[in-house]
């Protein structure tokens, strides 16, 4: 087939090889073709074998140039062609022929990573925690959805690539998106969500899913922007929010604020680093500490926290008063972000 | 019935569904082809289609694979009053003993292609099984049109069964065998060996065969214009074999075994086809109609195979375990 498309690309100069190629891929993507003939489609067009090895994933298919499964299961030699499924991960897919690689070893190799990446994405099973997972939005939607019959919810955690047994983590992100993690051991990384705002729900099993989503929407709410004018962390787990989920819960969009958190809005209109300098004061061990998150001098915090004292009334240096002004602070995310509506609940918006 | 006015609609004949969808890496490979595999086919293009066939030609080397075949070009006579016809024989080195052996015609649509073409799978039959290739070399349509390439097929079967000895070839197990053309000729030649009291044969092997000129099947409508050798492309094989009889009421059945009226007492057959192809239901048909005649007959019908789907894309799935079942119907015919 190599050299079939090597003719045809002579035969056809304006649709060369890499034309074919990836309309080979493509055709096997629109289909959606599972891993083995995305494989083959590399060995052929390759013209050598090639290899797909995914460990964390179980995944290990060696095709000849003719097409023919490979029974056996070898290393590959580091020497060959090889290129990532995910971008940044391990050499997943493997020409076994030395480099260096020509313009259709070149184009196989990536539109083949393409091809399979899409499949992974699709059909991913039994994946450890901190992968990017698959944002089906409709198998989402009902994982998510405690109203859904178990076996729903159960079959659509299964084309997440969850099983029975796995554990989970719902994520709700900044504008309604709902995500779906794996998860394995208690601790969870930061997902991998760009820039946006995210609360990031424990770690549960399949069926519990729509509690983590609860969770995750309540951190979510507990979240800012990073500025100045909104200083707080963009990730917040639900896992470390404590008693704090208590308090979340008694804001609601028809909760008056808090005199302190007016205070907070008429001291923040005093100076622009006042509101990232209390956040820094009330989330850092100390006030050396806080300097440095502020690349400000000490004695210039001092001068500031003197200020803020002034126009907030109350210590922050004490116990009592950083509690307070870590309090006020929380209070003014969760107004800032408003419990979300009932509709919203039941139906939310996927990504 | 009541009194109200009816509209009648007559359901046209000929209504049948889309096309079958085409096997996932079937249709890759198409779209890889594009336009090379479903140019249409016409009378004028017959000597530009001939030249590209030709440079796809199998060379010697090839054919003895690093000398495990011995290759000879034999001239043998032809049909009373033509030309003599020419064979390749491929016979394994390894093995002096009489074998089995396939005598094959080469697809082609009656129009192309000559007596290499096809042939490395049959050789990998050859060293699977330890059995000899004859490739005949028949004249094409329309230079000659029926009945010279069933004729000269006929003939070359009948001097490879009476020297079977001197081929080192064991008479008891001659198969017949051809894809496309080369099926429907390796089925007329089968029905002629029967009505002649010809060479007894162990087998047919009928590959995605060529045997109606009628050419309006419900596959034959459905597949025009789709994938390859559609309708149009085989209605200018048959016109070019057949002339002006073609599709008529006295079309042999050795030009066309479809017309067969018996079917009965035929050596056990093999007939493959895809489902995505002009000449399913003719040879489906025909493996059915075996059977209804008391014979034996073997039919794989391969979802999404367009014609010749093996051939073309021997790498995907379906075409390697199309071609395992070749194998192991020949092994089991053979009991090699």
Same mark, same amino acid.
């Given at each position: 087939m190599r050299e079939l498309v090597a003719k045809l690309a002579a035969l056809d100069p304006d649709a060369g090889a890499a034309v074919k190629v990836i309309a080979y891929f493509d055709r096997l993507i629109e289909g959606q073709a599972g891993l083995e003939p995305i494989v083959r489609g590399a060995a052929v067009l390759a013209g050598c074998p090639a290899r797909l090895i995914d460990d964390e994933r179980r995944v290990h298919i060696e095709i000849e140039a003719d097409g023919r499964r490979r029974d056996a299961v070898t290393r590959p030699d580091p020497a060959w062609l090889s290129a990532p499924v995910v971008p940044g991960g391990p050499q997943a897919l493997w020409l076994e022929r030395p480099g260096p690689a020509g313009p259709i070893d070149a184009m196989v190799l990536e539109r083949a990573t393409a091809a399979a990446r899409v499949v992974l994405a699709r059909t991913r099973r039994g994946v450890a925690a901190g992968c990017v997972t698959p944002h089906d939005p409709a198998s989402v939607e009902v994982v998510l959805d405690a109203t859904v019959p +178990?076996? @729903? %919810? @159960?079959?659509? &955690? %299964? #084309? @997440?690539? @969850?099983d029975r047994t796995a554990r989970a983590r719902a994520v709700a992100l900044e504008g309604g998106l709902a995500r779906v993690e794996a998860a394995s051991g208690s601790q969870a990384p930061d997902p991998d969500v760009g820039r946006r705002r995210a609360g990031v729900g424990p770690a549960v099993a399949v069926l519990e899913l729509p509690s983590s989503w609860a969770a995750a929407r309540t951190a979510l709410r507990l979240t800012a922007d990073g500025t100045a004018s909104d !200083?707080?962390? #963009?990730? =917040?787990h639900a896992d470390h929010l404590g008693g704090l989920a208590v308090l979340a819960a008694a804001v609601v969009a028809a909760t008056e604020p808090a005199p302190d958190v007016r205070a907070l809005e008429r =001291?923040? +209109?005093? &100076? !622009?680093?006042m509101l990232a300098t209390l956040d820094a004061i009330a989330s850092s061990p100390s006030l050396r &500490?806080?300097?440095? =998150?502020l690349s400000v001098h000490h004695s210039t915090l001092q001068d500031r926290i003197a200020r803020a004292e002034h126009l907030l009334g109350w210590s922050i240096r004490e116990p009592q008063g950083r509690l307070r002004l870590q309090l006020a602070l929380v209070l003014r995310r969760l107004h800032r972000n408003r419990p979300l509506e009932a509709e919203w609940d039941r139906r939310p918006p996927w990504t | 019935m009541t009194g109200e006015p009816m509209t009648t609609t007559t359901p046209a004949p000929s209504a049948v569904g889309p096309p079958p969808p085409f096997d996932l890496e079937l249709a890759a490979v198409l779209d890889v082809l594009g336009d090379q595999m479903s140019l249409p086919v016409t009378v004028d293009m017959i000597p530009a289609m001939r030249a590209s066939f030709a440079q796809w030609r199998t060379s010697d080397e090839d054919l003895s694979r690093g000398g495990a075949f011995e290759v000879q070009d034999l001239s043998v006579p032809g049909p009373p009053g033509a030309p003599a016809v020419s064979l390749l024989v491929c016979r394994p080195t390894a093995t002096s003993a009489p074998m089995a052996a396939i005598y094959y015609m080469h697809a082609g649509g009656m129009i192309l292609g000559d007596n290499r073409l096809g042939l490395p799978e049959a050789l990998d039959w050859a060293q699977e099984l330890n059995l000899a290739i004859v490739s005949v070399e028949y004249r094409l349509a329309p230079e000659h049109p029926h009945p010279a390439p069933v004729e000269d097929c006929y003939a070359g079967l009948v001097w490879t069964a009476t020297h079977a000895g001197d081929l080192g070839v064991d008479p008891d197990r001659i198969i017949v065998a051809g894809g496309s053309a080369g099926g429907g000729l390796a089925a007329a030649v089968a029905l002629l060996a029967r009505d002649r009291g010809g060479p007894p044969l162990a087998g047919q092997m009928l590959m995605c065969p060529m045997i109606d000129d009628r050419n309006d099947s419900p596959s034959s409508r459905q597949m025009a214009g789709q994938g390859v050798w559609d309708r149009n492309a085989n209605s200018t094989g048959w016109s070019a074999l057949l002339g002006a009889g073609c599709g008529g009421p006295d079309v042999s059945p050795y030009a066309a075994p479809a017309r067969a009226a018996d079917l009965s007492g035929l050596p056990t057959a093999f007939v493959d086809v895809g489902s995505a192809e002009t000449f399913r239901d003719e040879d489906v048909t025909y493996a059915t109609r075996i059977w209804q005649a008391g014979g034996r007959a073997e039919l794989h019908v391969w979802p999404g195979g367009f014609h010749?789907?093996?051939?073309?894309?021997?790498?995907?799935?379906i075409s390697r375990d199309a071609k395992a079942a070749r194998v192991r119907w020949l092994r089991r015919v053979l009991q090699a």
């Open positions: +178990a076996d @729903l %919810r @159960l079959n659509a &955690a %299964r #084309r @997440l690539g @969850l !200083p707080g962390p #963009r990730i =917040v =001291v923040g +209109a005093d &100076a !622009p680093w &500490a806080a300097a440095g =998150v | 010749g789907f093996d051939r073309t894309a021997p790498q995907a799935a």
